[in-house]
């Protein structure tokens, strides 16, 4: 049974790289939106790279969507919020949402995915005992 909903934000602001030539930033970049969200969310409740890496995982993303509903210009702050979904399976599933913080429009919507991979390269099927400690530790696993 799932418990508690994990949710951490993030503030930005785009950069000048970060726009095409029209001041708009280019879709691509959301990808790097989602990232900083996943390593906000990682600073918050204690679950790095760097920590499924130590106990010999590696954590790729195997499955993107995203939705653009409006577009984010040079210099607009933004916030980033980052969900972690509960699964029974062996995998690591986010949502995210990033909104303009001056006007609170919903700008893009999305998701990820991620399993997990021991250092052969090889997908494991179960999910790690270090992974099932952290949702207990969260209460997402009650």
């Given at each position: ?39 906000a969310f990682a600073r918050k409740y204690q679950f790095s ?52 913080q001056k006007t609170g429009e919903l700008i893009t919507t ?33």
């Amino acid at each position: 049974m799932s418990g508690k909903i994990l949710t951490a934000c993030t503030d930005i602001r785009v950069r000048f790289s970060e726009v095409d030539m029209m001041g708009v930033v280019w879709h691509g970049h959301y990808v790097k939106f989602f990232e900083d969200g996943r390593e906000a969310f990682a600073r918050k409740y204690q679950f790095s790279y760097l920590d499924a890496m130590n106990q010999g995982y590696s954590t790729p993303v195997v499955k993107m969507n995203i939705n653009y509903k409006k577009s984010l210009r040079y210099n607009e702050p933004a916030t980033i919020e980052t969900t972690f979904i509960d699964s029974e399976a062996a995998k690591i599933q986010y949502d995210y949402r990033i909104t303009a913080q001056k006007t609170g429009e919903l700008i893009t919507t999305g998701s990820t995915m991620q399993v997990f991979v021991d250092r052969r390269g090889d997908l494991v099927l179960s999910s790690p005992p270090s992974f099932i400690q952290w949702k207990k530790k969260w209460g997402v696993l009650v």
